[in-house]
Protein backbone atom coordinates (compact mmCIF):
# COMPACT_ATOMS: atom_id res chain seq x y z
CA UNK A 1 0.00 0.00 0.00
CA UNK A 2 2.58 2.66 0.57
CA UNK A 3 3.88 2.32 -3.12
CA UNK A 4 0.93 2.73 -3.96
CA UNK A 5 0.68 6.01 -1.71
CA UNK A 6 3.90 7.26 -2.89
CA UNK A 7 3.06 6.87 -6.39
CA UNK A 8 -0.66 8.75 -5.67
CA UNK A 9 2.33 11.81 -4.10
CA UNK A 10 4.11 11.36 -7.68
CA UNK A 11 1.03 11.63 -9.47
CA UNK A 12 0.66 14.87 -8.03
CA UNK A 13 3.98 15.93 -8.76
CA UNK A 14 3.12 15.64 -12.26
CA UNK A 15 0.02 17.14 -12.47
CA UNK A 16 1.61 20.39 -10.71
CA UNK A 17 4.22 20.18 -14.03
CA UNK A 18 1.39 19.68 -15.88
CA UNK A 19 -0.44 22.72 -15.03
CA UNK A 20 2.74 24.77 -15.86
CA UNK A 21 3.27 23.05 -18.71
CA UNK A 22 -0.30 23.94 -20.10
CA UNK A 23 0.04 27.22 -18.94
CA UNK A 24 2.95 27.83 -21.17
CA UNK A 25 1.91 26.07 -24.31
CA UNK A 26 -1.74 28.02 -24.09
CA UNK A 27 0.07 31.12 -23.64
CA UNK A 28 2.86 30.39 -26.37
CA UNK A 29 -0.12 28.51 -29.13
CA UNK A 30 -2.50 31.91 -29.02
CA UNK A 31 -3.57 33.78 -31.82
CA UNK A 32 -1.93 36.69 -31.39
CA UNK A 33 0.84 39.15 -31.69
CA UNK A 34 4.44 36.76 -30.90
CA UNK A 35 4.97 39.43 -28.73
CA UNK A 36 1.77 38.75 -26.75
CA UNK A 37 2.38 35.01 -26.67
CA UNK A 38 5.99 35.13 -25.57
CA UNK A 39 4.24 37.31 -22.70
CA UNK A 40 1.81 35.17 -22.02
CA UNK A 41 3.63 31.52 -22.51
CA UNK A 42 6.37 33.18 -19.71
CA UNK A 43 3.45 35.32 -17.56
CA UNK A 44 0.96 32.77 -17.54
CA UNK A 45 2.87 30.00 -15.69
CA UNK A 46 4.69 32.62 -13.24
CA UNK A 47 1.04 33.71 -12.24
CA UNK A 48 0.53 29.85 -11.32
CA UNK A 49 3.82 29.29 -9.93
CA UNK A 50 3.05 32.46 -7.54
CA UNK A 51 -0.18 31.51 -6.12
CA UNK A 52 0.61 28.00 -5.60
CA UNK A 53 3.75 29.36 -3.55
CA UNK A 54 2.16 31.82 -1.31
CA UNK A 55 -0.70 29.30 -0.47
CA UNK A 56 -0.15 25.79 -1.00
CA UNK A 57 3.72 25.20 -1.54
CA UNK A 58 4.84 21.74 0.16
CA UNK A 59 1.25 20.73 1.24
CA UNK A 60 1.30 24.02 2.80
CA UNK A 61 4.57 23.36 5.19
CA UNK A 62 6.46 25.76 3.38
CA UNK A 63 3.78 28.15 2.27
CA UNK A 64 3.71 32.19 3.14
CA UNK A 65 0.46 31.99 3.50
CA UNK A 66 -0.80 28.32 4.15
CA UNK A 67 -4.27 27.09 3.25
CA UNK A 68 -6.07 24.10 5.06
CA UNK A 69 -9.36 22.05 5.26
CA UNK A 70 -12.17 23.82 2.87
CA UNK A 71 -9.82 26.82 1.64
CA UNK A 72 -7.13 24.57 0.36
CA UNK A 73 -9.79 22.22 -1.58
CA UNK A 74 -11.13 25.67 -3.17
CA UNK A 75 -7.72 26.70 -4.19
CA UNK A 76 -6.66 23.25 -5.61
CA UNK A 77 -10.10 23.29 -7.99
CA UNK A 78 -9.46 26.82 -9.31
CA UNK A 79 -6.04 26.15 -9.53
CA UNK A 80 -6.16 22.43 -11.69
CA UNK A 81 -9.40 23.38 -12.86
CA UNK A 82 -7.84 27.05 -14.32
CA UNK A 83 -5.42 25.00 -16.14
CA UNK A 84 -7.53 22.05 -17.24
CA UNK A 85 -9.44 25.30 -19.05
CA UNK A 86 -6.12 26.17 -20.90
CA UNK A 87 -5.30 22.66 -21.42
CA UNK A 88 -8.72 22.79 -23.18
CA UNK A 89 -7.82 25.96 -24.92
CA UNK A 90 -4.46 25.06 -25.79
CA UNK A 91 -5.84 21.31 -27.38
CA UNK A 92 -8.50 20.30 -26.90
CA UNK A 93 -11.54 20.30 -24.41
CA UNK A 94 -11.06 16.86 -23.97
CA UNK A 95 -8.12 16.90 -22.65
CA UNK A 96 -8.68 19.57 -20.08
CA UNK A 97 -11.50 17.23 -18.79
CA UNK A 98 -9.38 14.61 -18.39
CA UNK A 99 -7.09 16.34 -16.75
CA UNK A 100 -8.92 17.69 -14.16
CA UNK A 101 -10.81 14.04 -13.93
CA UNK A 102 -7.01 12.56 -12.59
CA UNK A 103 -6.83 16.14 -10.60
CA UNK A 104 -10.06 14.90 -9.05
CA UNK A 105 -9.17 11.26 -8.26
CA UNK A 106 -5.88 11.76 -7.51
CA UNK A 107 -7.65 14.91 -4.60
CA UNK A 108 -9.93 12.14 -3.83
CA UNK A 109 -7.32 9.27 -2.93
CA UNK A 110 -5.11 11.81 -0.87
CA UNK A 111 -8.21 12.83 0.93
CA UNK A 112 -9.37 9.36 1.63
CA UNK A 113 -4.99 8.46 2.86
CA UNK A 114 -4.62 11.83 4.55
CA UNK A 115 -2.11 12.84 2.59
CA UNK A 116 -0.39 16.27 2.05
Do not use: S
Amino acid sequence: MAVIKGANLALMFLLELGVLAGAAVWGFTLDAHPIVCVVAGIGAPAVFIAVWALFAAGGGKNARFPLTGAWRLLLEIVWFGGAAVLIGFAWTPGAGIVFFAVWAVNGALRLLWEQA
